[in-house]
């Protein structure tokens, strides 16, 4: 099966600072969704984006499927993007398989 | 519009007893995923509904069941409950294999 590993595991950032997260899936997809879930479980959606380039206020996100990878990025941290970020792949008839999440935790 | 919605948040049940969870998705929506979170570890793939129809399963036991109503609604049934399936239990739904949005979760605590 497809394996979806993301990277890094564990990030700290003081307020301000920019990050990068990554995304790398081991077979073609049908499509690439980025979430962030909060520490109430839920999980909010940040882009749906099977190919190319997504803005959104201060995150953005690119994917690369021809090289099966996805970035997320995150300019000026706030404490309030404390979380864990989850990139999942549409894989055949496999629905949403999950990576293993970064886990993010800006500093005031 | 309405989200996806869960019911219960918070479910406790006795090991051997049977739980049912359930899930109502965005309207318009014909796909129902169910996903399994233990605590500290990431979302596993369980069910996913399409049409009334299961699609396709994940790596678990039997035990773990489901349906979806003609209303698209889904109801999760985990029978014979063991210790282990504590967890967060994630619904999400999407028109046919576009972006999927979720619930905000039934928490399940078995003691």
């Known amino acids: 099966g497809i394996q979806v590993e993301q990277s890094p595991p564990d990030l700290i950032l003081q307020e301000g600072a920019n990050s990068t997260l990554r995304c790398n899936f081991s077979?073609?997809?049908?499509?690439l969704q980025w979430f962030h879930q909060n520490p109430w479980g839920q999980l909010i959606n940040l882009f749906y984006?099977?190919?190319g380039t997504k803005q959104n206020g201060r995150l953005s996100a690119t994917t690369v499927a021809t090289e099966r990878y996805s970035l997320l990025y995150i300019s000026s941290s706030q404490t309030t993007d404390s979380g864990v970020y989850f990139c999942a792949v549409n894989y055949g008839t496999y629905k949403y398989i999950f990576g293993t999440g970064t886990r993010l935790k800006v500093l005031a | 519009e309405a989200g996806v919605t869960q019911s219960p948040t918070h479910l406790i049940k006795t090991r051997g007893q049977q739980a049912t969870l359930r899930c109502s998705p965005i309207?318009?929506?014909?796909?129902v995923y169910w996903y399994q979170q233990a605590l500290g570890l990431g979302l596993q793939f369980l069910l996913w509904y399409d049409e009334g129809e299961e699609r396709n399963r994940g790596n678990f036991p039997p035990r773990f069941s489901g349906r979806q109503f003609p209303n698209y609604s889904s109801e999760l049934n985990v029978n014979a409950l063991e210790l282990e399936d504590s967890a967060l239990y994630l619904c999400?739904?999407?028109?046919?294999?576009?972006?999927?949005?979720f619930g905000q979760g039934t928490r399940l605590t078995v003691v």
């Open positions: 077979d073609s997809v049908n499509n």
């Open positions: 984006i099977p190919s």
């Open positions: 999400a739904s999407s028109p046919e294999d576009r972006e999927a949005f």
């Open positions: 309207s318009g929506h014909t796909s």
